[in-house]
């Protein structure tokens, strides 16, 4: 497809050819327990496979029992060759997709609670990661753990595998020798940058040794460490000259370490953020290089080779929201690909609650053993199906029951789909949510779903339609406390700032500090800051010096409060993006306020109380209450005598949970009619 022209084009590497730039990185799943390949495991990356894609790295993959335990796929022993080649016989046997093996040791990242001692490292530094203090290695361990690289390596070729990867990234233990934050030797592997990036060089000439000359060997490098006083970007220029050196024939290129104060994945990272390391890497080397984080569409994936910022386009996430990304790209149907929405809950959040990984947009992942997009059941008999709520939970289940063959009505109060991704997509790192909508939008018209916009149910509209099930999605209204003064002018809701509808003073308070109130201070700070087009003005023509510029992307000229009954800001939003979350704020200047009620609002501010200052107020002009939403059931309750277990009710209607709760729960709904 011409759109897609370098894209799709295939690329040499030694004598592997990939059949197309885009790859897709590796990532921890939870599907290999004691680090066995398993149906589940291999059945997620058959679907990628069959999606086209041109290069699958799995992992990482341990080259020894402590390198991280039994949560990673297991490369240390032979036991695990026929599982692993298994594994690799079948993603040949269905695609042209290569498929690398991540050669992983965690070092200090090793918890010990998995590997049963104490994790090993370059210099007793502590992690902030696993809370723990690493032992140093000695030379000869050094040694030993340079050839479990190369005994891996070997294996993974045995076992089928078209290259490897080694993982010089992240923090993790190549990253640990090559930092001065960790590696405070004095011996040949410490000091200077050459000989903290021995231990590296070293390795990949192992490798190399070990599986010969003519296979491929990736590189999997952080372009920047992103930590203060470690390796900066420039260091690592210096860094990855001797690495190519050594034998390396692709470099991977990410981002920072996971104990970084810089978001490397979140929706607050800009889309291809991490292009210009790539870029970097690919210059002082020569040799080529892959593009990671935040590649959000096929369009600028495209654009990024055609300007040279690389070789290869990684694609994680999306191709866990779409495994058939590649393959609709080749098709003409772009318009088809559920998009990853940068979310995290499913995926990366669940990997740090040591849960198997899933995707909020698309619920046949960590499934696709027993279901596909390909495969999903056609109904026995069709049936008419009336879904009242274009959100997400009433879209999911309307396009399911659709694509299974139903005849489906939708009713929509408002005059657009989305409901509450509408309002979810308004905060600056949440505005890929509208994508979601785009893409739904699509599949109504194409499936031929009938759309009743600005039709608020009745119970007569949907006795009339005679339908043989009804599902309600109707969603959750916002709460409104039980305080005097929510009445007065000066009050708004949560979502009328989000909407873009309310008009704010100077001086505001927000009145609950969940997932809500942190959206609702995020927007206002994000409208009262300068944004990237008018800092990059300023910084050009050096109209502003640059700590005026970084004021002013940083600081919002609003005065924002946040009062949180709880002991904490946002405790119900994911571990992956909370931080983020927090940390804009502070650095904004907006004050939180835990163990605080409001008990009052009055027309010059909000009265609130706490143990520690007791009653007092806080002067505002604009009063948000953010405090969350109940269920919106009411028709439910109308109609359920009526059509008794033919009525379903899903979503917030049912119980306000979160966006994957919905999508999911009208995904399995339908697959019951």
Excluded at 128 to 140: A, C, G, I, N, Y
Excluded at 235 to 254: H, S
Excluded at 364 to 383: C, H, I, R, S
Excluded at 583 to 610: F, N, Q, W, Y
Aim: hydrophobic share 40%; proline share 5%; glycine share 10%.
């Amino acid at each position: 497809m011409e759109r897609f022209k370098i894209l799709l084009s295939p690329i040499r590497i030694r004598k592997m050819e990939i059949p197309n730039r885009a790859g897709m990185p590796s990532m921890h799943l939870h599907y290999t327990p004691g680090g066995e390949i398993t149906e589940k495991f291999i059945a997620f990356y058959r679907e990628r496979a069959k999606g086209e894609v041109g290069l699958i790295v799995i992992g990482g993959c341990s080259i020894d029992k402590t390198a991280g335990g039994p949560i990673l796929v297991g490369l240390h022993d032979d036991k695990f060759l026929p599982g692993l080649k298994k594994f690799t016989d079948e993603i040949h046997r269905v695609s042209e997709t290569k498929v690398a093996a991540q050669l992983y040791h965690a070092g200090r990242y090793a918890f010990s609670f998995l590997i049963g001692e104490q994790p090993v490292a370059p210099s007793p530094v502590p992690s902030k990661l696993t809370k723990e203090t690493p032992r140093e290695l000695t030379v000869d361990e050094i040694k030993k753990i340079e050839d479990d690289f190369a005994e891996a390596a070997y294996r993974a070729k045995r076992a089928g595998f078209d290259a490897v990867e080694i993982l010089g990234s992240a923090g993790y233990i190549i990253s640990q020798f090559l930092s001065p934050l960790t590696n405070l030797r004095n011996d040949e592997y410490g000091g200077s940058l050459e000989n903290r990036a021995r231990f590296g060089v070293e390795v990949i000439k192992k490798v190399r040794e070990a599986v010969g000359e003519d296979f491929p060997i990736i590189l999997r490098q952080g372009g920047s460490d992103f930590m203060r006083g470690g390796n900066t970007s420039r260091d690592i220029l210096e860094a990855v000259k001797y690495f190519a050196e050594a034998g390396v024939d692709l470099i991977n290129v990410t981002g920072g370490w996971h104990e970084t104060h810089v978001p490397q994945i979140t929706g607050a990272v800009p889309r291809a953020g991490m292009a210009y390391l790539a870029q970097g890497i690919r210059r002082v080397t020569g040799k080529p290089v892959i593009i990671s984080n935040r590649i959000a569409t096929l369009d600028l994936a495209e654009s990024l080779l055609r300007n040279g910022w690389g070789d290869m386009v990684n694609f994680g996430r999306p191709l866990i929201a779409d495994p058939y990304l590649i393959k609709k790209a080749k098709e003409g149907r772009v318009d088809e690909i559920r998009p990853c929405i940068a979310c995290n809950q499913m995926c990366f959040d669940a990997v740090f609650l040591g849960q198997e990984v899933g995707c909020t947009v698309n619920p046949f992942v960590g499934k696709e053993n027993e279901m596909t997009d390909d495969t999903l059941p056609p109904a026995e008999k069709q049936k008419k199906i009336v879904v009242v709520g274009a959100g997400a939970g009433g879209l999911s289940a309307a396009i399911t029951a659709a694509k299974r063959g139903h005849k489906v009505v939708i009713y929509e109060k408002k005059e657009k789909i989305g409901g509450q991704l509408e309002v979810a997509s308004a905060p600056p790192d949440k505005k890929e949510f509208a994508r979601l909508i785009d893409y739904y939008r699509g599949e109504v018209e194409r499936l031929k779903i009938q759309l009743k916009l600005n039709r608020p149910a009745t119970p007569e509209d949907i006795i009339s339609e005679k339908p043989d099930e009804v599902v309600i999605a109707t969603g959750g209204i916002p709460i409104v406390p039980p305080i005097k003064g929510v009445d007065l002018p000066l009050v708004v809701k949560g979502e009328e700032v989000l909407r873009g509808e309310a008009v704010l003073g100077e001086k505001i308070v927000i009145v609950g500090g969940g997932a809500v109130g942190v959206d609702v201070a995020l927007y206002i700070v994000d409208k009262t800051q300068i944004n990237g087009e008018q800092s990059k003005f300023l910084l050009k023509w050096e109209a502003e010096d640059c700590e005026r510029v970084k004021e002013l992307i940083q600081k919002s000229f609003k005065e924002i409060t946040i009062v949180e009954m709880l002991d904490s800001i946002g405790r119900d939003i994911g571990k992956s993006t909370r931080w983020v979350a927090l940390k804009e704020l502070s650095r904004a200047g907006v004050k939180m306020l835990v163990k605080t009620r409001a008990v009052a609002i009055e027309e010059d501010g909000v009265v609130v109380e706490s143990e520690a200052e007791g009653r007092y107020k806080i002067p505002a002009d604009t009063v948000v209450l953010a405090v969350g939403y109940r269920p919106e059931n009411s028709l439910y309750e109308q109609l359920k005598e009526k059509f008794g277990d033919h009525i379903h009710l899903i979503g917030d209607a049912r119980k306000v949970r979160k966006l994957p709760d919905a999508i999911h729960e009208g995904f399995k709904i339908a697959l019951k009619f």
